[in-house]
């Protein structure tokens, strides 16, 4: 399975931007960008998930790289509760292949924020 | 109620008995996932089924045996538990591309 690499940690002030990186230069073709954040004794949160273009949804957004071997998680304004373990995964097809779609969790970045 | 629901919560065994984690989900979909997550790590794969006749066995499987008794259920069983069996267990479900949906957990303790 393609792996990516994130920094341990990040810190963030509330109500600023937030923007977690993710190198993932082996990612096949048609690997998908997976993100989630588990706060301490819960289960993992899906975030948000992307192919080749950006995407938004009402919790973050996803910039994907044109060469698709980075991208980058946006928090718009960071509030307190976002503080938890945010995790990158690249999450190949499920549709055929030997790796079905599954997910494999790195450690990831645990965020802070301040108030 | 959650999409995924796991039982028990909070479960205290002792070493070699047998005990079995249940998890059920609404979300309508084929894919069913048991991981492991021990303090301060990412998650481990236990077993994974893409139906309830297809069952497969993830990055750390000995140990542990599973049973797809239905689309919407899937039970995961120690047979015989030690302490570093001692973790907490997530459930999770997914369609083929989109996100998960994880369970609570169960925190597990052997004694």
């Known amino acids: 399975d393609a792996k990516t690499t994130q920094p341990n940690s990040m810190e963030s002030n509330e109500e ?3 923007h977690l990186p993710c190198n993932h230069s082996t990612i096949s ?3 998908y960008i997976h993100w989630y954040r588990q706060l301490p004794s819960q289960g993992p949160e899906y975030v948000i998930h992307g192919l080749t273009s950006n995407v938004n949804n009402r919790m973050a957004s996803l910039a994907i790289a044109e060469d698709r ?9 960071a509030t307190l509760r976002d503080a938890a373990v945010y995790y990158c995964i690249l ?3 499920g549709t055929g292949g030997t790796s079905y779609g599954k997910l494999t969790f790195g450690q990831g970045t645990i965020l802070t924020v301040h108030p | 109620d959650a999409d995924v629901t796991q039982t028990p919560r909070n479960r205290i065994t002792k070493t070699g008995k047998r005990i079995m984690l249940e998890c059920s989900q609404t979300k309508g979909h084929d894919r069913m ?3 492991r997550q021990d303090p301060g790590l990412g998650l481990q794969l236990i077993y994974y089924s893409f139906d309830v006749k297809d069952i497969n066995k993830g990055e750390i499987s000995d140990g542990y045996s599973v049973s797809r008794q239905a689309q919407a259920k899937f039970s995961l069983s120690l047979e015989s538990a030690i302490p570093n069996q001692t973790a907490l267990y997530f459930c999770a479900t997914s369609d083929s591309v989109g996100g998960y949906t994880f369970g609570s957990g169960t925190r597990l303790t052997v004694v």
């Open chain 1, 91 to 93: 999450r190949p097809p």
């Open chain 1, 29 to 31: 073709g048609t690997d």
């Open chain 2, 33 to 35: 996932y048991w991981y």
């Open chain 1, 16 to 18: 600023e931007p937030v």
């Open chain 1, 69 to 77: 071997k980075s991208s980058t998680l946006i928090l718009h304004r």
